[in-house]
């Protein structure tokens, strides 16, 4: 049997549910499906079922596996999460379902601070510690903004089990220009010897009139002279409209001390902004210049949802594009709520589609209670 997972949204609603306005309207349950290559038919495998509060924040996530023998759905996973005053989501607690107690098992715990401004200052993770029954440090995140709202530093924290201490792991700098585009960035990494941070990497943007990005070009350390050393350079085209209508990647060549082509990227958008297009080229260092390599087309409804996204591959002895390994579809109810994400992957025996997976996702009324359905 032949199985993948990827994902398709079908939504359904019942008659008295269409008059709802969709500001009223929730994901109630989403299902999951594989597609069979032996019955050629769609398998069941997962059931969510979601909670909301009065807020229309998530509160509870349930997750259901297929039983097969007894043909009913058993406990698999469960969420819980907590918001503040603010909606600020401040707890999310996992568990895993024990089919030996017939009760659920913590697995995982998140806790996020914030400051006055809801700009998110600091993300605990645990997990679950079977011989303690407790929860037991994992990684933490410490943000730290400027007085504009950027997001000025980031430090990551692994937790020492045996010094029962968070430790120093990675940490990030960003830099900003007085119109808020971010100019810099900076990466270290903890030693342990000297306890110092170390630099690893850097990345120095320039940005247009607009704000865009024109120019990033990333360093890496010399451990020999502990300075920076070129990397890799990105140079990026725009339209009037702002969008991104070429992206040009070069490697660092240490020999010639030169910028050498790597990938180039050609998007086109309807009058819209949608990106109806994007054309991939490889650099050809004999014949010194850009080579197609592949292809993606997107596909839009009258309401600007895409319905349509096929990938295409460079083929250099027919000299054109032929079929990739996935084309995935998208459909839509009249409130725009997405209701089918379809994917297909393409059988070069049968040189035809075969269905993947999908999922039935299933929108209702808002309700504060999980669906007994």
Known sequence: MKKTYIILLISAFSINLFSQKNDEMVEDSTYFYEWDS??????????????????????????????????????????????????????????????????????????????????????????????????????????????????TEVIYYNWDSETNHWVGDMRYFYAFDAHGNNTENAFYRWDSKTEDWVNRERVVKTCDADGNEIEVISYRRDFKTNGWVCNRCYVYAYDANGNETEKISYNWDSETNHWVGDSREISTYDASGNKTEDVIFKWDSETKNWVNSWRNVNTYDANGNETEDAYYVWESETNDWTVSNFNTFWTYDTYGNETGYTVYYWDSETNGWEGVSKDLNYWSKITTSISDD
């Not at 058993?74 to 969420?79: A, E, G, L, Q, T």
């Not at 715990?109 to 700009?119: E, H």
């Open 38 to 151: 032996e019955t050629n038919d769609w398998v069941i495998e997962e059931r969510d079922v979601y909670s909301y509060d009065t807020n229309r924040n998530l509160t509870e996530i349930i997750s259901y596996e297929w039983d097969f023998i007894t043909m009913n759905w058993v406990n698999y996973k469960f969420y819980i999460l907590i918001y503040d005053a603010n909606g600020n989501k401040t707890e999310v607690i996992y568990y895993d379902w024990d089919s030996e107690t017939n009760d659920w098992v913590g697995s995982k715990r998140r806790i996020w601070t914030y400051d006055v401004n809801g700009n998110e200052t600091e993300d605990f993770r645990y997990k679950w510690e079977s011989e303690t029954n407790d929860w037991i440090g994992d990684l933490r995140f410490v943000n730290t903004y400027d007085v504009n709202g950027n997001k």
